[in-house]
């Protein structure tokens, strides 16, 4: 089992950054693929960004291409989410998760992912 923790989150003006941190403890973080999902109030949640165990490749959803940086440090078992250029409709609870490298790096689907986080809400205001 693996057991994520983020943390992170908070308010903050349109233009401005944030800086998510997730945290796995249990088994070795290192042999999963991470990935961060968001959810806002009354829409399903939606894919973000995920990396690769190793941490060589980082897939984006088209929303946030350019603006987010997905990254991880093995020695530490943590993944990050740079958020950069926030913008209103990025407000929602965002979530860490952690699956196998075949199954659930290369997709957009939250039932693909095994482990996730309780969230931490950002708040983006205009």
């Known amino acids: 089992q693996v057991q994520l923790v983020e943390s992170g989150g908070g308010k903050v003006e349109a233009g401005g950054s944030l800086r998510l941190s997730c945290e796995a403890s249990?088994?070795?973080?290192?042999?999963?693929?991470g990935a961060w999902f968001r959810q806002a109030p009354g829409k399903e949640r939606e894919f973000v960004a995920s990396i690769r165990p190793s941490g060589s490749t980082t897939r984006y959803a088209d929303s946030v291409k350019g603006r987010f940086i997905i990254s991880r440090d093995n020695f530490k078992n943590t993944v990050f989410l740079q958020m950069n250029s926030l913008k209103p409709e990025d407000t929602a609870v965002y979530y860490c998760a952690g699956g196998d490298l075949s199954r659930s790096y290369y997709s957009d689907y939250a039932r693909r992912w095994d482990y996730w986080g309780q969230g931490t809400q950002v708040t983006v205001s205009s």
């Open positions: 249990g088994r070795t973080f290192s042999s999963y693929a």
